[in-house]
């Protein structure tokens, strides 16, 4: 009897075990249903909804880039491309490749294709069956519409096979400003690029059903893909993108269209859930005008014709920094970069002495010769006793120290008794030695008003490219020459000679402050921007920004403009080549030592009208000798243009046969 209910005993602990068992997993199981079903139901949902969607995308139009008067610079234009979809591709071998050969035939018609190669390419391009058509590379790509006729007039036949219509970068006016608009090349070229924008989404719409928005790429979606184009030089690198408060918003590139399908566990498509077309990007309006840009860029090819010598112009509007030309020689034309470049291209290009992949307006650092003096003149008045009687006599050289240092005046026999209007407008290089020797300019005030007027430093341009120059003082001989800073470099420096570099922008912007009254202006590029309707459709127009005010005295511009004034008007002024136009010019003209063997370089700088100033101009001709006779007469032709007047060829004026 006790062995019998010692076995009860036994038997009924064991079931309680077994039953404690079976409640303890009984809880888990409902614990987890509890965890799955009311904390984490949102995640899994989201990971089946992915599983069994697919997401094609379709390219967007970029921007078109305009200029002032709505001319359009830059816009898209369709090419139609041979795509495979693979999941309408045959499985079957023999019908594949009947496929293969009857695309071949008619591709072949037109270009060379391989068979091999080319059943080889769709094998790949099969080895997803997803329902996302995939570019034929190659052979496939840019074809003409014989082509897409006789593709799509034997579609039935090859099924998997289908013609889609994408758009190219085209640049109508070929060579026209390329430096200033620049060129797009797919991102995956320079994955730098993507690395750094790979995580920038289009903004948030409310526009998606909320079951859309448990998919994460339509949720988040990113703007580039390796696919993308961007943005290499040029307003279209700097308007890619652009800050809005905190977030980076694209401008040209538009947001990608898409169609969401639901697929088999295959992958391949069911039916379609949802869809949005593609959207443009912003449409751009530049500050440039191309009538005047191209006067200045045929004015500027005929000036270095048959050298190997570069050339730059810039017009700049006076009150609002607005680029109205902006020209640089030689240039490129802007479509080669929508296709690879052949290497043999690529190196003749790279290996021209002429770099005509610089922009030479804002990125050539050269002397400026005698147009500093416009400079040097206001650092001069403002810090000397200089007046407007004081008188130096020039004999044609001076010399300094106890070596007895010559430095010469560029008109050899000398310019007599000479005046501050008079050594303005005859460019007398003695004058300004004496501003120095006998008025007690100094290097420190040269340089000082240099930079006040935006030199050895960039202007802030709204392209990318830009360098700064050399404005030199002691400490900067101290640091890069390990030298003392000496009278004779002084007296360079004053005539714009030494180690003084600028650019044609800089040079632009200077006289643009005198011809305003002592506004640093930021030059702009970019008129308005007129957003499309999916980022708020509204017209954004770009306001001045003044750098800083000069600080000078009213009297001091105005001897400055006077003395420019007179060297168009004088008999023996270096300008006269703009006298006569019809519209009153003020301007300095500048002739540029770089090597004691080799022509000088030619500068010409000047404003319009002189009473009411509206353009201030700069032009650089590399070894174009004196700035007067090869400088200046572009810039005439230039002005012409803005104002409507006469053709602005140049008569040849009694100017000095070394004249400045």
Request: net charge neutral; aromatic share 8%.
């Amino acid at each position: 009897m006790d062995s019998i209910a010692e076995q009860k005993s036994q038997f009924a602990t064991r079931l309680r075990v077994v039953a404690g068992v079976v409640g303890l997993v009984f809880v888990l199981f409902v614990g987890r249903l509890w965890v799955l079903q009311l904390t984490r139901w949102t995640t899994y949902a989201k990971d089946a909804v992915a599983n069994r969607t697919e997401i094609v995308w379709e390219q967007a139009p970029r921007g078109i880039i305009c200029d002032r008067n709505g001319v359009v610079l830059a816009e898209n234009r369709p090419v139609w491309t041979v795509h495979i979809i693979p999941a309408d591709f045959p499985d079957d071998q023999e019908k594949a490749d009947e496929i293969v050969a009857q695309l071949a035939g008619i591709l072949g018609q037109e270009r060379s294709v391989s068979i091999p190669e080319l059943k080889e390419q769709i094998s790949e391009i099969c080895q997803s069956r997803g329902p996302e058509a995939r570019p034929l590379p190659g052979v496939g790509e840019d074809v003409s519409l014989r082509v897409v006729q006789a593709i799509e007039a034997h579609q039935y036949e090859m099924p998997g096979v289908v013609i889609k219509q994408n758009s190219q970068r085209y640049y109508p006016h070929g060579e026209l400003a390329s430096h200033l608009i620049g060129y797009v090349r797919p991102i995956n070229v320079n994955l730098v690029d993507y690395e750094r924008v790979k995580d920038f989404c289009y903004p948030q719409s409310s526009s998606a059903p909320d079951r859309l928005l448990n998919i994460d790429k339509l949720a988040h979606q990113p703007i580039y893909t390796l696919n993308s184009l961007f943005g290499q030089e040029g307003v279209e690198a700097s308007y890619e993108l652009l800050e809005r408060n905190g977030k980076m918003m694209p401008v040209l590139p538009g947001r990608r269209g898409y169609h969401l399908y639901e697929v088999n566990a295959s992958g391949q498509p069911v039916r379609e859930i949802d869809s949005r077309p593609p959207d443009p990007g912003a449409t751009v309006y530049l500050a440039l005008d191309t009538k005047l840009q191209r006067v200045a860029e045929q004015a500027l090819e005929r000036a270095i014709a048959g050298t190997k010598h570069t050339a730059a112009a810039v017009m700049m509007d006076v009150e609002t920094g607005e680029i109205l030309v902006l020209a640089s020689k030689p240039s490129l034309n802007a479509n080669i970069w929508t296709k690879p470049i052949p290497p043999e291209e690529w190196k003749r290009i790279h290996n021209d002495p002429r770099r005509p992949l610089r922009n030479t307006a804002i990125a050539g650092e050269y002397p400026p010769g005698s147009v500093f003096k416009i400079i040097s003149a206001i650092a001069a008045w403002q810090t000397t006793d200089l007046q407007e009687n004081t008188t130096f006599i020039c004999d044609g050289a001076i010399t300094v120290g106890r070596r007895h240092q010559r430095f010469e005046c560029w008109k050899h026999s000398g310019h007599g008794a000479v005046d501050f209007y008079k050594g303005m407008a005859q460019s007398c290089d003695v004058y300004f030695y004496q501003t120095v020797l006998k008025a007690g300019l100094s290097s420190d005030s040269i340089a000082r008003y240099a930079r006040l007027l935006g030199l050895g430093a960039r202007t802030g341009i709204d392209i990318p490219g830009e360098e700064e120059g050399c404005v030199p003082d002691k400490e900067w001989k101290a640091t890069v020459e390990r030298d003392l800073w000496l009278t004779g470099d002084t007296l360079n420096m004053v005539i714009g000679q030494g180690w003084l570099t600028v650019t044609p922008l800089q040079m632009a912007v200077a006289t643009a402050a005198v011809a305003n009254g002592g506004n640093v202006l930021q030059p702009r590029v970019v008129h308005k921007i007129q957003w499309p309707q999916w980022l708020g459709g509204q017209v954004e127009v770009l306001k001045p920004h003044i750098v800083r005010k000069l600080g000078v005295a009213p009297e001091t511009l105005a001897r400055v403009r006077r003395g420019m004034r007179l060297a168009v008007t004088q008999p023996h002024g270096t300008a006269q080549a703009v006298g006569g136009l019809g519209v009153a010019v003020a301007g300095k003209t500048g002739s540029a030592e770089h090597r004691a063997d080799r022509p000088t370089h030619a500068w010409f700088v000047c404003f319009a009208p002189y009473h009411h100033p509206k353009y201030a101009v700069a032009v650089f001709v590399w070894e174009g000798g004196h700035g007067g006779t090869t400088a200046a007469p572009i810039a005439r032709q230039i002005l012409a243009a803005a104002f409507g007047l006469e053709r602005g060829r140049h008569v040849s004026a009694p100017l000095p046969t070394a004249s400045d």
